[in-house]
């Protein structure tokens, strides 16, 4: 069911309509919001969101029921002359991922984006609903595109409709962090778009199905895999091409962050997806995906750390992106059969997926968490947080249970995804990746306990609340997070039950406890200021080495700052291509 | 050497030029302009494959025509979006740069 069909020739399937009416929806929306305009455009947006989750639960049915990937092919013209788009479960997962997570960021900004009372059409509420819907049409076409070139149009309509998000509001860092994204962003595109070009010239197809027929471990496509891996790594902001994450994700309003971090990054990273598991499994090797796990290591490590050493909240859940993006990576060297010939459709690549699924939740709970702080107080200095978590328990609340999520507590996704890495890392004798995956999630508990600290922190007088937040808002995000934390249990489904523990378990307890030890012991050294206030910080772990720490975070954030220079990160892009087709060049002949 | 590989590496040499001026340039007008450029690099190193892959007595394989069109409007977009920006970027603060001192964090209180 997952592996795409190589049946030769394709024809629309059964319900491969729906696939159309799929990209259709949300288009239309766009449309419809453009044309009445104003006010109208969230009402089509609070109409097309919940129709579109309908529709693909409803694709889902069809593609357990007939347990094959569906087609449909434009038309009616079969590959290479024709374009097929289609579903199989990696799709169908995304999409209903898409329209849950859109489904919350839309209650979420029900109250913040709306058109005030007296005039007639204000520009940011209508241009985000216009983008939100925007997104999830180009999102749609990345999940359901069968061949590289709509993929590549489908990915620049994603950044297109992204960047402007993260200016929304107009400010002159917001905006030039736009530019930034936009910029490496079409870097990274026009080297996918380079590779996509020389496997038309040597095997005449960009059909997905029809070129994992004919690639060939030759150097052409090694060259080609090499170009469009890197291309789509500058997209997605795995480390060290994430110069522009950051302020862009940092900048943005909280329902914009929570899409772009949730949603559009995971949308390159499907493409790697596709092009590993499903376009040349059979070119890439497994040296080239412990490159690409050592980078996911090295983005967790260093996001995590400096996410530590950040004075705002939101940079600290955009540097938790950067981390949590290295995780999603660790996924590919597991991924290899295990005579290491390709990537195969297994438990690895389900874990990646539920971890992808769970880190979309979380994260944009997260972000919606973070967001509804700043509203209310009016800024976001982690330092200035006590009082918070009396003042709205609600929000903190969403934000320690998305945290929670994020480390891999017991019932969260992100814990069962672990736990199936870890058999796959097992059964394939990586060691190294299990030292990794466990290690993880002390970084994650390191910021969370860091947040959850401050907020929980009481203060003398109540915290100054500027504004209300909406109550709506708050149960979005709270509902984002708990699902999080509770998709495991949800995919007990296909996945067998003897996977899930018992939390309660003194074995689980003992791992939370130690995890949330560790986090507290970084947060402790490597925070920007000291986690108790200065006293009882040095009494607590000695002067020297709190300092020592903090010199270690401060380096951190150096090596950070200097990898974030645009020639760095380009050159650095430039380097990488050399490095994975060197390495794919090195194993031929195998 | 034929026309067909002096064509093509017209072409990469427009992409190297692109790539030098995208990194090395920090104006981003100039960044802009660069990646047009590996643009159009590679749409002509497009050509060259459509050439190449011409079945027998046929000018060109039409299919990487109908797609170099979808590219070029493609990046046409991208264009005129980055434009857009870099125009509200220079009406906001006076200046049109990338190279702000990242400013995440403010120094150390």
């Not at chain 1, 412990?290 to 996001?303: C, E, F, Y």
């Not at chain 2, 093509?8 to 790539?19: E, F, K, P, Y």
């Not at chain 2, 920090?26 to 050509?47: A, C, T």
């Amino acid at each position: 069911m997952s592996v795409l069909p190589t049946l030769v020739p394709e024809a629309t399937t059964a319900g491969g309509f729906l696939l159309v009416l799929m990209l259709v929806l949300p288009l239309a929306g766009v449309f419809a919001a453009l044309t009445l305009g104003g006010r109208n455009a969230r009402r089509v947006a609070m109409l097309a969101i919940p129709a579109g989750f309908a529709l693909a639960v409803v694709i889902g049915v069809e593609l357990v029921q007939s347990g094959r990937t569906l087609v449909y092919l434009l038309g009616g013209w079969a590959p290479p002359l024709g374009i097929a788009l289609r579903a199989d479960g990696l799709s169908v997962v995304m999409l209903l991922t898409t329209t849950v997570v859109l489904l919350a960021v839309a209650l979420f900004a029900r109250e913040g984006f709306q058109t005030p009372e007296n005039v007639r059409e204000a520009r940011t509420p209508f241009m985000f609903w216009t983008l939100l819907l925007s997104v999830w049409a180009a999102l749609n076409a990345v999940f359901l595109a069968g061949d590289l070139f709509t993929l590549y149009v489908a990915l620049e309509l994603l950044t297109f409709a992204g960047v402007p998000l993260v200016s929304l509001e107009g400010k002159p860092e917001t905006l030039q962090a736009a530019l930034r994204y936009l910029l490496f962003a079409l870097f990274g595109s026009v080297l996918y778009m380079l590779g996509a070009v020389l496997l038309y010239g040597a095997y005449g197809t960009l059909d997905i199905a029809l070129l994992a027929e004919r690639v060939r471990p030759e150097a052409v496509s090694f060259v080609a895999a090499a170009l469009m891996t890197t291309g789509l790594l500058a997209k997605t902001a795995l480390f060290p091409f994430h110069l522009w994450l950051p302020p862009a994700h940092a900048g943005a309003p909280a329902a914009a962050s929570a899409v772009l971090s949730a949603l559009v990054v995971k949308g390159s990273w499907f493409l790697v997806v596709r092009l590993w598991f499903d376009v040349m499994p059979g070119v890439v090797t497994l040296t080239a995906a412990q490159l690409l796990g050592a980078l996911g290591t090295a983005a967790i490590v260093v996001g995590s750390v400096v996410a530590l050493r950040q004075e705002r909240l939101k940079l600290l859940v955009a540097y938790s992106t950067m981390a949590q993006i290295g995780y999603l990576f660790l996924m590919f060297p597991l991924a290899f059969d295990p005579a290491g010939s390709g990537p195969v459709h297994g438990a690895a690549l389900t874990g990646g997926l539920l971890q992808v699924v769970s880190h979309a939740t979380a994260k944009a709970g997260m972000f919606m968490a973070a967001g509804l702080i700043y509203a209310a107080l009016g800024h976001d200095r982690i330092a200035d947080l006590a009082g918070v978590a009396r003042a709205m328990p609600v929000t903190v609340l969403a934000f320690a249970l998305a945290g929670l999520a994020l480390m891999g507590v017991v019932p969260s996704g992100a814990y069962l995804a672990k736990k199936l890495m870890l058999d796959a890392a097992d059964g394939s004798g990586q060691w190294w990746w299990m030292i990794v995956l466990q290690g993880g999630a002390v970084f994650t508990a390191g910021y969370v306990v860091l947040v959850l600290v401050s907020v929980l922190r009481s203060s003398a007088e109540p915290a100054p609340l500027v504004k209300r937040v909406s109550r709506l808002s708050e149960i979005a995000a709270l509902a984002l997070s708990t699902s999080s934390l509770l998709l495991a249990l949800a995919a007990l489904g296909p996945v067998p039950g003897e996977l899930v523990a018992n939390p309660l378990a003194p074995k689980e307890l003992g791992t939370l406890l130690a995890v949330v030890l560790g986090g507290a012991l970084l947060a402790l050294g490597l925070s920007r200021r000291s986690l108790f206030g200065v006293r009882a910080a040095t009494e607590a772990n000695g002067g020297s080495l709190r300092r020592s720490a903090v010199a270690v975070g401060k380096a951190f954030e150096l090596a950070d700052r200097l990898i974030r220079r645009w020639q760095v990160a380009s050159i650095s892009l430039l380097v990488m291509v050399a490095l994975v087709g060197g390495i794919l060049v090195s194993s031929f002949p195998r | 050497m034929n026309a067909t590989t002096l064509y093509g590496l017209c072409g990469s040499l427009l992409i190297g030029i692109g790539m030098y001026g995208l990194i090395v340039n920090p104006q981003p007008l100039r960044k802009i302009l660069s990646f047009n450029l590996i643009g159009s690099g590679v749409f002509l190193l497009f050509g060259v494959v459509a050439r190449r892959g011409a079945a027998l007595g046929m000018g060109g394989d039409p299919v990487p025509q109908a797609l170099v069109i979808t590219g070029i409007v493609v990046a046409f977009s991208a264009t005129a979006l980055a434009v857009a920006l870099l125009l509200r970027l220079q009406e906001a603060s006076g200046s049109a740069t990338l190279s702000s001192p990242e400013s995440t964090n403010p120094p150390e209180a």
